[in-house]
């Protein structure tokens, strides 16, 4: 890529030259997000400071393929940028046991959890450059890879390293710096079946799963209404002149086109005729059925509670007819003691009189 720019009435050539082994793409894989987010809670979490790990993976045509990573110990001064601590024995010893488990994968480059490029990451380039394998001519791949919650975007951001070349007052100056590169989502079929079980084993308890599936459609639907409008605001600014036409681009744009059905045939306005009266039916029958629920809870509180709200309990009623019972028989006992005595009393009396 070559651009002119005119700056103080002189000629700026500016070219992006990339290193040997260019990358096209980069696709980062669910286990790579679990372990950075793992690691940032353990070393980070509540703090400013960000961490820093390698990446390791595959290479193939042009295109890096992250399949795995691991933490390395990192630390750097907050008010000096330049001093900063990598700790390449602890990174050396790592990448050995990992070659062990999977020989196929090696070092493809390192994340950070920025959230934004940081003067040291050119510095920590050249170190994890080192332990690249001697026939390797793709250079690292730098990642950052964003933990903040409440993102609708893909949470990772790649870069690879060129090298700026430009010419001013007759000087060659070369400087490296970091070219954005298209990152993907992938996985294998056993990562996909592993993150829909862990999905599935988060449950909020304060949210319900009606609540949590509408909230889930407002997502999508929003991120959808966000790209459509993306969309529109390109084919506006290119039918302006505003923007170059990329045919690519295009191309896939009449393919989404090409792909949607047409909702104005006679079947598919039946079937939705008939998939949204099912729908209305099942609305109506659950609202009905609660209905009845709610006028059969109401009878069964006012045959508890009676008109008053005083509840009646048959064990208190019981018990208190065993007190009433307990007493009266007591009663009978306290006369029956009355008239024997009252009778001991005539007899003595009799045998004084004697």
Do not use: W
Request: proline residues 4%; contains cysteine.
């Amino acid at each position: 890529m070559t651009s002119t720019m005119a700056i103080d009435d002189e000629e700026e050539v500016i070219k992006e030259v990339p290193l040997l082994g260019n990358v096209d793409e980069v696709t980062m894989h669910p286990l790579v997000l679990l372990s950075v987010a793992d690691h940032y809670h353990r070393v980070a979490r509540g703090t400013r400071k960000r961490v820093v790990g390698v990446l390791l993976g595959s290479v193939h045509k042009g295109k890096v393929d992250c399949t795995n990573s691991f933490a390395v110990p990192f630390e750097e001064d907050s008010r000096n940028p330049s001093v900063f601590y990598l700790d390449h024995n602890y990174l050396e010893s790592m990448y050995e046991l990992y070659r062990k488990v999977n020989s196929k994968e090696r070092i493809v480059g390192f994340y950070s959890t920025g959230p934004t490029i940081r003067p040291n990451d050119l510095r920590i380039h050249d170190i994890v450059k080192r332990f690249l394998p001697r026939t390797c001519i793709t250079a690292p791949v730098f990642c950052i890879i964003d933990i903040r919650p409440g993102r609708d975007s893909l949470p990772t951001t790649a870069y690879k390293v060129v090298e700026e070349v430009s010419t001013k007052d007759g000087q060659r100056l070369v400087k490296m710096t970091f070219a954005h590169v298209p990152t993907v989502m992938g996985a294998q079929e056993a990562e996909e079946i592993g993150v829909e079980h862990l999905l599935r084993e988060i449950n909020d308890p304060t949210v319900s799963t009606v609540a949590s599936l509408i909230k889930g459609k407002i997502s999508g639907l929003a991120t959808l209404t966000e790209k459509l409008v993306e969309c529109k605001d390109y084919l506006e600014s290119c039918v302006r002149g505003e923007c170059k036409v990329n045919p690519d681009i295009v191309s896939n744009l009449q393919t989404i086109l090409n792909l949607l059905p047409n909702l104005n045939t006679d079947e598919m306005v039946r079937s939705m005729m008939i998939k949204t009266n099912d729908m209305h039916m099942a609305i109506y029958l659950s609202s009905l059925i609660r209905s009845v629920i709610a006028l059969h809870d109401l009878i069964n509180n006012r045959i508890r509670y009676g008109e008053d709200g005083t509840e009646y309990k048959e064990e208190e009623g019981e018990e208190k007819k065993e007190d009433d019972a307990a007493a009266e028989k007591k009663e009978k006992k306290e006369k029956k003691d009355d008239k024997e005595k009252k009778a001991e009393d005539k007899k003595k009396k009799g045998a004084a009189k004697k």
